[in-house]
């Protein structure tokens, strides 16, 4: 008996690990297919990349003789007050176009702008205050719940900075009729990792099911004057500080989630009052 229920048990165990290692194959596949898709996906977009890059190199070149031609009004010919006004504003809106273009040109090309230590509220508080007039003016409140003593950061922090603000501006724009802006920090342990996460939540009526999947694709977009490149180019910023940018809807609340390896914490974040 004892040598049957040896034999049983060692049935058993052989059969588990026969399971083990299909699921682990089985993985192994899922994420191969995952990694198949990307690449191809990266390929489709690299000719359109090269070709944007293009196009943006001509228009700055217009944009700054456009500039120039603004300081020149200012400097030289003394415009009246209405004038002059009007003057500067074209002066402020080209500089505006310029750096929206650097950042698509930017990437474009792919590359590896300089990364910097810093901490995720710092960002949080810069862009919260900032978006705080817009979102006022649509009846929107802003709320912060940013955790103290989270770990230093790597990043690229403009371009970071830029993602959170175009997800934040992405979330009043789905309110326009008044509801809540959260910003939330927090920090999570992970296998190998402590992980620092931004959830950026608002109230609006949610992202249809049907449209999900396209959300992060560039040019995609269901507002009646917008670029399609907001959510793409955020995805693609926080990518490049070796980041996740993922999105989980429903009616009444969107929350995208940014998702940082906290590789480097020789200091912790200094506690500020709410």
């Given at each position: ?26 993985l192994l596949r899922r994420n191969l297919d995952l990694a198949s898709q990307e690449i191809n996906r ?54 505006s176009i310029k750096n929206l273009l650097t950042g698509y040109l930017g990437m474009a090309r792919q ?21 705080d007039a817009r979102a006022r003016k649509q009846g929107v409140k802003v709320e912060t719940d940013l ?128």
């Open positions: 008996i004892s040598n049957m229920s040896a034999l049983k048990d060692g049935s058993m165990t052989e059969t588990n690990e026969k399971q083990d290692t299909q699921q682990e194959l089985d990266i390929n489709r977009i690299k000719p359109l990349a090269n070709a944007a890059a293009a196009v943006v190199h001509d228009i700055r070149n217009s944009l700054g003789v456009i500039s120039s031609t603004a300081q020149f009004v200012l400097n030289k010919l003394s415009p009246g007050e209405k004038e002059r006004q009007a003057w500067e504003l074209v002066t402020r809106n080209v500089e590359t590896e702008a300089r990364r910097e230590s810093c901490f995720l509220n710092d960002i949080v508080d810069r862009v919260s205050h900032f978006v955790a103290r003593d989270l770990p230093e950061l790597v990043l690229n922090i403009h371009a970071v900075e830029t993602a959170v603000l175009n997800i934040a501006i992405n979330a009043i724009d789905a309110m326009p009729d008044g509801g809540t802006l959260k910003f939330a920090t927090r920090a999570e342990p992970a296998r190998s990792e402590k992980r620092v996460m931004l959830d950026i939540s608002d109230t609006g009526p949610g992202i249809p099911p049907e449209i999900m999947d396209k959300i992060f694709m560039p040019f995609f977009t269901t507002k009646g004057q917008g670029t399609g490149m907001g959510l793409y180019s955020a995805k693609a910023a926080v990518e490049n500080s070796d980041g996740e940018l993922a999105c989980r809807s429903r009616p009444g609340e969107t929350r995208m989630t940014l998702s940082f390896s906290a590789l480097v914490s020789p200091r912790s974040s200094p506690d500020k009052p709410k």
